[in-house]
């Protein structure tokens, strides 16, 4: 199942994982818009209503994933879908993203078999 008029938003600062994971995606079926950073994510989310699930950089300069998924969850899109897409991948960061509001997480480098049936899981609620 895919985004009907939905789109996914890709939140990371490195440019090289926007465009790998836009291109992928797309290829896949998805639409996709990007945020090089968390403000500017939660701007785009405030007047933006084409979002259907967030795919989130927990490491990022401006504001971290953590602090944008605890002022999401405050916000109007509390409800909208949040996965966690880190290199984290030590023993407790799943609990740690997960216990922060992220409804699923994905280290890097992501495996996207994985992340579609990810999405396909949420897109299907």
């Known amino acids: 199942m895919k985004l009907t008029g939905k789109k996914v938003l890709i939140v990371d600062d490195d440019t090289r994982n926007i465009f790998a994971l836009t291109a992928v995606l797309k290829a896949k079926g998805y639409s996709c818009i990007t945020?090089?950073?968390?403000?500017?994510?939660?701007?785009?989310?405030?007047?933006?209503h084409e979002v259907g699930i967030v795919l989130l950089d927990m490491m990022m300069p401006d504001m971290?994933?953590?602090?944008?998924?605890?002022t999401l969850r405050k916000?109007?899109?509390?409800?909208?879908?949040?996965?966690?897409v880190t290199a984290?991948?030590?023993?407790?960061?799943?609990?740690?993203?997960?216990?922060?509001?992220?409804?699923?997480?994905?280290?890097?480098?992501?495996?996207i078999d994985k992340l579609v049936d990810i999405l396909d899981k949420y897109l299907q609620k």
Not at 35 to 48: F, I, Q, R, V
Not at 75 to 84: E, F, H, K, Q
Request: hydrophobic share 40%; with cysteine; charged share 25%.
């Open 64 to 70: 971290d994933g953590y602090e944008m998924l605890t």
């Open 35 to 48: 945020s090089p950073g968390s403000l500017e994510a939660l701007k785009l989310l405030s007047s933006n």
């Open 88 to 111: 984290q991948a030590m023993l407790g960061d799943r609990e740690k993203c997960l216990a922060a509001g992220a409804d699923d997480y994905v280290s890097k480098p992501v495996d």
């Open 75 to 84: 916000g109007s899109n509390a409800d909208l879908p949040v996965i966690a």
